[in-house]
């Protein structure tokens, strides 16, 4: 079982804050940018079957559909599901959005996806190499995908979450267990043994000031990362 019940409960208390951009899901209306910048290295997203898991109230599952993308959501929080339904049947956007985790979705799923998005979700599920297991059952031979997530290390404790949630209130307390961040080189490795290979790790530099994100070469605190299915085993 790969959802984790405490966690899910969180993200039920918050999904109506979903689509206020002041509100505690701020910075990653902020960041949105920097990762439809950083897959647009690999998609222009048109026709492209797209996997958003964990898609929270669909920040990035609206953009990558208005850009011509045939687009599945799923989240394992009901209320969020419902909040990311209605704001894209109020934009008109035909988005695919199931309540399931991963593990739910591949029971009754048939279909493979060109790009999986894992976006700020990785660190908050229960079992981790579960997931990237089942990951295998919607990636076709040629899939890409895509992760963000933070590093686990003294500054991503000081910074990700003491400053995060405590001091500057830039997301809800206990939003993370510090615990469950996860270094590059332990997702790397999980990947590995499930036959993927990674094939990009970019880091994300955070402004205090402007609140603003840009991509960089520093790994310390959030990263992307991307994998491939390793073609040697598959
Ligand atoms: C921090 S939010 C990120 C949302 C979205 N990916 C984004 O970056 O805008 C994490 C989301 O993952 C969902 N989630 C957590 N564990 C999950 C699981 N096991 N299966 C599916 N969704 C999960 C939560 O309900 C929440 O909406």
């Not at 040629?142 to 992760?147: A, G, H, I, Q, T």
């Amino acid at each position: 079982m790969s959802s984790n019940k405490e966690e899910i409960e969180n993200f039920d208390k918050y999904a109506h804050e979903w689509w206020n951009k002041r509100g505690p899901y701020k910075l990653l209306h902020n960041l949105t940018p920097v990762r439809v910048k950083y897959i647009k290295e690999y998609t222009d997203f048109k026709n492209k079957k797209i996997l958003d898991i964990g898609c929270g109230g669909g920040l990035l599952s609206e953009v990558m559909a208005e850009a011509g993308g045939d687009v599945t959501g799923i989240d394992a929080s009901r209320e969020t599901i419902k909040i990311a339904k209605n704001h894209a049947k109020e934009k008109k956007l035909k988005i695919d959005y199931k309540k399931n985790t991963l593990e739910e979705f591949i029971k009754t799923n048939k279909k493979k996806y060109d790009f999986v998005i894992c976006f700020e979700m990785i660190e908050h599920v229960s079992n981790q190499d579960d997931l990237i297991k089942n990951l295998l059952k919607v990636c076709k031979k040629d899939s890409k995908v895509f992760f963000s997530t933070i590093n686990r290390n003294i500054l991503s404790f000081i910074f990700a979450k003491i400053i995060a949630e405590y001091v500057l209130h830039l997301v809800p307390k206990n939003t993370h267990t510090y615990e469950k961040f996860i270094k590059p080189s332990e997702l790397n490795t999980l990947l590995e043994n499930n036959g993927f290979k990674t094939i990009d790790i970019t880091g994300v530099k955070f402004n205090p000031l402007s609140q603003s994100f840009k991509l960089s070469s520093f790994t310390e605190i959030n990263y992307f990362l991307t994998a491939e299915l390793n073609k040697r085993e598959n």
